[in-house]
């Protein structure tokens, strides 16, 4: 049998001591107590202390690789003490050993994401499948229960150039952490081909339709535009006709300083749609200019492509 209980060095170990293999599955483990409790039972041996004492062995060898949280720590410190035995006579045994304790390392199996680079406002995927782990811990998504498992992730926000998302998993009876890594690419960043065309990732706006008033984030296409200037040319409406009612002077000023300012931000995403900086924008504000400007808004079609402001809006 090439198992421990030829290579023993100090003393049997508790798989020697059952006439097993470390590889033993638990009904084994069981099989072969109950088969060596009864062939050393005193009851079989007319009280002989020497079979008395290998029932204590069996006895306590079972407690230990009975239980599989017991067996772990043991097979743990049996791999660990046996320090090296003579290459001449035990080369094969520390082989054997070493590949037996990698079974109770943890194990990353899968860690993946829907996505090869994100911009702010996606949706993500993040999927994994571990073994022999005790503690899971994903950041910055925090610690998960599940060896197996995925979990949906909104990029709020991309301040550097790669967004990194980093699987850790221990196991109680192992010191030695096993790491992962997913690696984004930020999408402000990239250069886009037609490769991209087909890219059906999730896409949700960086913020909701109402916020995509107040910050120049995103992409807006010519039916968005067309809904967000139209809402505001009929608030404009109400404020100019509203101002024999107004308490103050200056309350029509205010109000239309603000409704202007929500003009260039909506203007800023429409520029972005067709891969322009959305500074030009501002020039809404000059007089007879800003008449023509809102016309080539209106008619000019967004890319196809995502750019670097975003994928192309869905409506």
Not at 174 to 200: C, M, W, Y
Not at 215 to 222: I, N, Q
Not at 269 to 296: E, K, Q, Y
Request: net charge positive.
């Amino acid at each position: 049998m090439n198992s421990l209980l030829n290579l023993q060095l100090c003393m049997p170990s508790y798989y020697a001591i059952l006439e097993l293999e470390p590889t033993a599955t638990s009904g084994e483990i069981k099989q072969a107590f109950r088969r060596l409790s009864k062939l050393y039972h005193p009851d079989m041996n007319q009280g002989n202390t020497t079979y008395q004492h290998k029932l204590f062995e069996v006895v306590k060898a079972y407690e230990t690789l009975g239980n599989e949280v017991t067996r772990k720590a043991y097979d743990l410190t049996l791999f660990r003490t046996t320090a090296e035995p003579s290459r001449a006579t035990n080369a094969g045994y520390a082989s054997s050993t070493t590949s037996y304790a990698n079974l109770y390392q943890p194990e990353i199996v899968e860690f993946s994401c829907n996505q090869t680079y994100c911009f702010v406002g996606d949706i993500l995927e993040i999927s994994w499948k571990c073994k022999n782990a005790d503690i899971i811990r994903i950041y910055p998504l925090g610690y998960m229960d599940e060896l197996k498992g995925k979990v949906v992730y909104r990029v709020r926000e991309m301040r550097t150039k790669y967004l990194f998302f980093e699987l850790t998993v221990t196991n109680n009876y192992s010191s030695i952490p096993v790491k992962k890594v997913i690696k984004l690419d930020n999408g402000t960043q990239l250069r886009f081909t037609e490769a991209h065309r087909d890219d059906f990732a999730n896409y949700t706006a960086p913020y909701s339709w109402g916020w995509g008033f107040l910050a120049p984030v995103g992409r807006s296409s010519r039916k968005d535009y067309a809904l967000r200037m139209a809402l505001l040319g009929s608030l404009f409406v109400v404020v100019y006709l509203g101002q024999p009612f107004f308490e103050y002077e200056d309350t029509f000023s205010f109000l239309s300083t603000v409704l202007i300012y929500l003009a260039i931000i909506c203007s800023a995403r429409r520029l972005h749609d067709v891969s322009w900086h959305g500074i030009f924008a501002l020039t809404l504000l000059i007089p007879f200019l800003n008449v023509p400007v809102l016309l080539v808004l209106f008619l000019l079609k967004g890319v196809e492509l995502p750019n670097k402001y975003g994928r192309k809006p869905k409506f």
